[in-house]
């Protein structure tokens, strides 16, 4: 090979190294990605959770001891519908963070009534700074008993059409639903108290409903007793917990990081890495295998002559 040729292909391969680092190591800035260290990201609860991220629902696994939560931005085809109710009906969790979503596709799908209302909730009193952060102090059910101080949300929907004993939250009797999105409470628009979060049971399985997407966000995880008010709902303590990464919007790096990171998971596999391991040898003593092999032909020319 002449060193031309050579010199162009260590820069190609240098190129790519490089880029695949800096595509590795490089934090997404994208909203509610695990990989995401900002405001807006979820590497917050990812951690605290011990949370994975799939990007498809074909890999969410068995139901058993597993909360699948959906972030429901973009449309679902009707297998995934499907594989989402199979997953409640065999036992699984599944919980719906949604607020202007995708999340009422689901429900349709599963037969139900309850709806996320698609208009935010505001709450001129009970608020953190101004009245599009509500906070949420009564609690339903369950979580009635668990001392609770409050949960802030940012911007949030509402539940619609929810059984009394589904609701586990609600807000408070100043909320208003701001459908003409004025920020002001007009006289034609509902006000609160609102259910911001219930669950049923569906067979073996079980439905969580919180009209909050951005409750989990690193913004948001730590503020009062947020992070709690998701344990107890979700029973995270001990559960394998998957977030659904298909249907969030997500930018090249983030496509590029999770291939990488499948890509990490396959080579970690015993018989992966022992090849990998060999070849890298290979490569590594190729040059000493060269130099001996014109060694020994020079000897033999030697000896002829």
Known sequence: MKLRNKIVLGTIAIMLLLSLFLAWSYPSAQDLMPGNPFWNGLSDFSRIAQAEMRGSLDRVGTPQNTVLIAISYTPYRSDELERIKQFILDGGIVAILDDFGQGNSILTYLGLKVRFSGSPMLDPLFNFKNSELPKVTAFEGRLKEKGLGSVLLNRPSVLLNVETFSVLALSSETSFLDTNRNRSPDRNEPRGPFPVA???????????????????????????????????????????????????????????????????????GYYPLTILVLAVLALALRPLWIQRNIQGENRRKNQTN
Do not use: C, W
């Open 198 to 268: 219930a669950e049923m049971s569906l067979s073996k399985g079980k439905l969580v409903l919180i009209s909050d997407a951005s409750m989990v966000s690193n913004s948001m995880i730590g503020q009062d007793d947020n992070y709690r008010f998701l344990e107890e709902v979700l029973g995270l303590s001990g559960k394998y917990v998957i977030i659904d990464g298909a249907h969030i919007p997500n930018s090249t790096l983030d496509r590029a990081k999770r291939g990488l990171a499948q890509t990490r998971s396959v080579l970690s």
